[in-house]
């Protein structure tokens, strides 16, 4: 094959730079040779369709896969823990596929019954980048299924928590049942009093009214008894916790109207407010369903358990098995490699170790480990190929006992109480107090069946249907508003406590920082391109991170062979190339003393050639676009910085930040949680920003915790709020628009006074009746919907929040 020089060439599979590359067919070109392989299979089963959906929709498989790497699949164990049906011989498997993107990805997986017929079906959940699967077990195994996927590009993502039977989210219909039936119910009984509003009433056969006004209240039935009792419940719950919520007068407004509308269909053969009550009902299950219906296909409770993987491989006489992580037990030794994650606290047995802990404790840079150093279960193997031996169990590791710590699961109360509930103790005194003066009054100018009615009119008219509905409508759209914007919260009361927020916490590694992405730079002489040469041709055949990247810096210089390499974990490395002798590393091993040399911090690579120092090479931290940006927008807020790494990049910081951010560094874990502890103590309202499992007790105890994320799907610890890298950015606008989604629910809240101002007037003077009670709660019901809606919607549009 020839090898194609063109600089502007993609691979036809997955759309990777192909520069230089000799992987050819026809006139076709591949990065490597795994894409080629993809490229093959599918046009011997006719499926070359997927090309012709999407450009290069394929994904890259530069990365060598492991042989035998789903053989832990055939643990019959394993198996059923992954297995959701089987009859002995089809069986249902649904498996997680992050690569999934595009509709040539679904055509694709919706196609494998071409590759094989052993799989039945298939099906994919995009959304949450699923594919169901149905196989027959006497063609295929479960372990087959895994490397079809693999084998064309769609690696399913196995993890220890879906192998230990996480839970599955589930959706409860109750809701919609209930919404559904409050509503064909409130649409019946509209129609059946339609007479009433009509002054027909003395116009329609008595048999027939009082046939009309029973269906009324048989249809109010299943309102007032399954449609009702989640407020009901919730009240009761409140009480018991000695707090009155909005629920409260909410309950109390349907009981009166149920009892009253009763006693005068029964008693009086009267029409009642069997229309009101069925409205106001329906009207708050909507605002509760346009309120909860959000993000359910993210997770928001991630634990460590998503980060590891679902099986180890452990070396046994020369042979390597992959095995359950569940069965992994001290005195293994087990083979870690590129890019692979420690799976349990291990001693390093053979092979140079390069740990990145940055998810663990926020350092940025790799770890240097020699044989017989502790390694800890959650990090990263950078390089070659080492061998382990295991000292604790997964279970026992530092990485779960810190995820297990206390502090990072135990419930907190909730210190920032809802408005609704606040304005709900007030509003339910208010009613009670005018209910009972108007009854009094009418008590003592009246009669007593006057003074009843004018007490349960007051109770049913002053029902906060608007407060009630205010707040879902409103910060329901708000929700949906920020989900546009890649930012999603993880239910309406986040959107609250955001507008309260006066305190924001950030974490550098992975939040304001690209993950695992470094610039390289060197500082020193200028090298010559014969210098380039040699200490190119030395990095070549290292896999340190730190040589990788001054390897890419040099990509454009001519590349000649080492005439002797070593490599020294901990201090770096020496060779010989084109009769020069090359040594990087640190101060100490390139000089064997760091006296009166300046250091260049912890992500330096010093260089000398035949013993001449010609400088050093130090890796930076990319940041994310719009960091300066964002600390603009954060300036009437504290804002704290808390890093896990060393300081070397304080003076950036600084600058990009500004003066009045706090900085930290060095910050462990629980060094995080309670820094937001004292912070809480000085009476402040945290906002914690972060990305890691190190960032996981602060993102916990916070009063919001926003875990930012590459993608959506990609693993975050437990968080009230997932924002996409990319929105980073924009944070300062989503903090400033939670306030102003509170300033509508305020508007809201007197338009809702106004009416039921004009309400009260009518009970209070005991001359409401059933049809200016129709009137004005649904119109009041429907103003607070539209103002909510449509004030949200305006109020993002003028924002830039499209």
């Not at 239910?491 to 406590?497: C, L, P, Y």
Request: aromatic content about 10%; some cysteine; proline content about 3%.
């Amino acid at each position: 094959m020839d090898t194609i020089l063109s600089t502007e060439l993609k691979c036809y599979h997955c759309g990777d730079d192909c520069t230089g590359s000799n992987v050819v067919l026809g006139e076709k070109v591949f990065c490597c040779n795994g894409c080629k392989t993809v490229y093959e299979i599918l046009e011997k089963n006719n499926l070359i369709r997927y090309y012709s959906l999407t450009e290069a929709p394929g994904v890259s498989q530069r990365k060598a896969q492991m042989k035998n790497k789903f053989g832990y699949l055939d643990d019959p164990q394993m198996s059923r823990s992954l297995v959701d049906f089987t009859d002995g011989r089809v069986s249902s498997v649904r498996f997680s596929i992050p690569s999934v993107h595009c509709s040539s990805c679904i055509w694709l997986l919706e196609n494998l019954y071409k590759f094989n017929p052993g799989i039945l079906s298939s099906r994919v959940n995009f959304p949450e980048k699923e594919v169901e699967l149905k196989y027959n077990e006497s063609i295929l195994s479960l372990r087959e299924v895994a490397e079809l996927l693999s084998r064309i590009g769609y690696e399913p993502e196995i993890n220890l928590s879906s192998t230990e039977g996480g839970k599955k989210k589930t959706y409860s219909k109750s809701l919609y049942y209930k919404t559904g039936i409050a509503g064909f119910c409130f649409a019946n009984i509209m129609l059946l009093s339609f007479p009433e509003y009509l002054s027909l009433v003395n116009n329609v056969d008595a048999l027939l009214k009082s046939v009309f006004i029973y269906i009324t209240l048989v249809l109010s039935l299943p309102v007032f008894f399954y449609c009702s009792s989640g407020y009901f419940s919730s009240a009761i719950q409140g009480l018991r916790k000695k707090v009155i919520n909005i629920d409260f007068p909410v309950s109390i407004g349907i009981l009166t109207l149920f009892g009253r509308s009763t006693y005068e269909i029964v008693f009086l053969s009267a029409q009642g407010y069997m229309d009101s009550l069925s409205g106001l009902v329906f009207f708050l299950l909507l605002g509760r369903m346009f309120q909860e219906k959000t993000y359910g296909l993210l997770s928001f409770e991630r634990d460590y358990k998503s980060y590891f993987p679902a099986y180890a491989v452990i070396k046994t006489g020369g042979l390597e098995t992959p095995v359950p992580l569940s069965g992994l037990k001290e005195g293994d030794r087990i083979i870690i490699r590129n890019e692979e994650l420690v799976p349990a606290d291990s001693v390093l047995i053979k092979g140079s170790a390069s740990i990145d802990y940055s998810f663990v404790s926020g350092e940025s840079l790799p770890i240097e480990a020699v044989e017989g150093d502790l390694i800890y279960a959650g990090g990263r193997q950078k390089g070659t190929a080492i061998e382990l031996e295991v000292i604790k169990r997964t279970s026992q590791s530092y990485i779960t006992r810190l995820w297990n710590n206390s502090d990072f699961i135990k419930p907190e109360e909730n210190r920032i109480l809802t408005f609704s509930s606040v304005a709900g103790k007030y509003f339910t005194a208010s009613v009670l107090l005018i209910a009972l003066l108007s009854a009094i009054y009418w008590l003592k100018f009246g009669s007593t069946q006057q003074a009843l009615n004018v007490f349960t009119s007051v109770l049913i008219v002053a029902c906060p249907c608007g407060l009630a509905l205010s707040a879902p409508f409103t910060l329901g759209n708000t929700l949906r508003i920020f989900g546009r914007n890649k930012f999603y919260l993880k239910n309406a009361a986040a959107v609250e406590k955001l507008s309260r927020i006066n305190h924001v916490v950030l974490d550098k590694t992975g939040t304001l920082t690209r993950l695992s992405e470094k610039n390289i730079r060197f500082f020193g002489m200028e090298l010559q391109e014969c210098d380039r040469k040699v200490i190119k041709a030395v990095t070549h055949n290292s896999m340190h991170p730190l040589s990788r990247l001054i390897l890419s810096m040099m990509r454009d210089t001519e590349l000649i062979d080492a005439e002797e390499f070593k490599e020294y974990p901990g201090g770096g490395l020496e060779g010989v190339a084109d009769g020069k002798t090359v040594r990087l590393g640190s101060v100490s091993f390139v000089l064997g003393s760091d006296s009166g040399v300046h250091q260049g911090g912890s992500s330096s690579v010093y260089v000398s050639i035949n013993d001449e120092i010609k400088g050093y090479f130090r890796a930076e931290s990319i940041y994310r676009e719009g960091i300066r940006e964002l600390a603009h927008c954060l300036r009437n807020y504290n804002v704290s910085l808390l890093s896990g790494d060393y300081d070397g990049e304080k003076d950036r910081l600084r600058d990009l930040l500004g003066s009045r951010v706090k900085l930290f560094f060095r910050q462990s874990p629980l060094d995080k949680l309670n820094y937001v502890k004292k912070l809480q103590e000085q009476k402040n309202l945290v906002l914690m920003v972060g990305d890691g499992l190190n960032d996981a007790g602060a993102l916990f105890k916070s009063e919001v915790g926003i875990a930012v994320s590459e993608g959506s799907v990609n693993f975050s610890p437990a968080c009230e709020a997932i924002l996409e890298a990319q929105e980073l950015r924009g944070l300062g606008d989503f903090l400033k628009f939670s306030k102003t989604s509170m300033k509508i629910i305020y508007v809201n809240l007197i338009v809702s006074v106004l009416y039921n101002f004009a309400g009260i007037s009518f009970a209070v003077e005991n001359s409401l009746t059933p049809i200016v009670s129709a009137i004005l709660m649904p119109l009041s019901s429907i103003t607070v919907v539209a103002i909510a809606t449509l004030s949200t919607s305006l109020m993002a549009k003028i924002r830039g929040l499209n």
